[in-house]
């Protein structure tokens, strides 16, 4: 039987480490950079505390701690927090009906993905009115990183810093099915030629066994906004007829998406 007074510290203590948690993610984005030390005293919080905290907020890809220091500073995850939601809510408008455009060019189904949390989350997808889909109910699907076409790309086109904290957070998850492709020359060719080709490719069952797809990256401004991908039944159409035929497209729409987003 469940003890209601154990319950009830239990949530106060998640409470209080989620609210100091919270405490240290401000302090560290107003004042730049900082050592745990100087976060523990102005925060009057035990160092112990502090550092465990930290490493916690290292770990989701919140912080990154200096390679040469003991300073911390927020990752671009964290300054986004603000307006992530509103981003990603503008994209997903902004990419329905340009789908919609390309729906008789296209006729392969198409995926919108933003990263979040170590995988691609399908925000937008014409699965559901593509003839050739298998299958539905996509929307919010998470896709893994280094298996797809879109996790691909993202890693492939986003800034370093980001791609290396995505990655040391892969790692850490420890997924079986991913850790043939951390291998370092497994990442450093498909970065190399995902970016000379600047499409992302998925086509040996290392995720769906039936299916192969592209991946293109929405930039802008340096960053990766969110991924487009094309999904097609792989007894169908070899890669090379795929990367003929939809790749043009495909950068159409990642470029579209992008430019008809507000500055």
């Not at 035990?46 to 890809?61: A, D, F, M, N, S």
């Not at 298998?134 to 890693?155: C, H, K, N, V």
Request: contains cysteine; charged residues 25%.
């Amino acid at each position: 039987m469940t003890n209601p007074q154990a319950t009830s510290k239990s949530s106060q203590g998640s409470v209080r480490s989620l609210a100091r948690g919270l405490s240290i993610l401000r302090y560290v984005n107003k004042v730049g950079e900082a050592r745990p030390g100087e976060i523990a005293k102005a925060l009057d919080l035990p160092r112990p505390t502090v550092y465990r905290l930290l490493e916690t907020l290292e770990e989701l890809g919140y912080v990154a701690f200096s390679a040469t220091s003991n300073y911390v500073r927020v990752t671009r995850f964290a300054a986004a927090l603000g307006d992530g939601y509103a981003l990603t809510s503008e994209i997903t408008q902004a990419a329905g009906p340009i789908f919609g455009e390309y729906a008789k060019r296209v006729v392969w189904p198409l995926d919108l993905t933003v990263y979040n949390n170590a995988a691609m989350v399908i925000q937008e997808t014409t699965h559901g009115r593509s003839p050739l889909s298998i299958d539905r109910g996509m929307t919010g699907f998470r896709l893994p990183m280094l298996r797809t076409s879109a996790g691909r790309a993202y890693i492939a086109f986003c800034p370093e810093e980001e791609r290396t904290l995505i990655l040391d957070h892969l790692r850490r998850l420890n997924d079986d099915a991913d850790q043939p492709f951390l291998e370092e020359r497994w990442l450093s060719r498909l970065i190399t030629e995902t970016r000379s080709r600047g499409i992302a490719v998925r086509d040996s069952g290392e995720f769906r066994q039936e299916t192969a797809s592209l991946g293109v990256p929405i930039k802008a401004g340096g960053s990766v906004l969110g991924c487009i991908s094309l999904i097609w039944i792989q007894s169908a159409m070899s890669t090379g007829r795929a990367l003929d035929e939809y790749g043009e497209p495909l950068l159409e729409i990642a470029e579209r998406i992008a430019t008809s987003l507000p500055d």
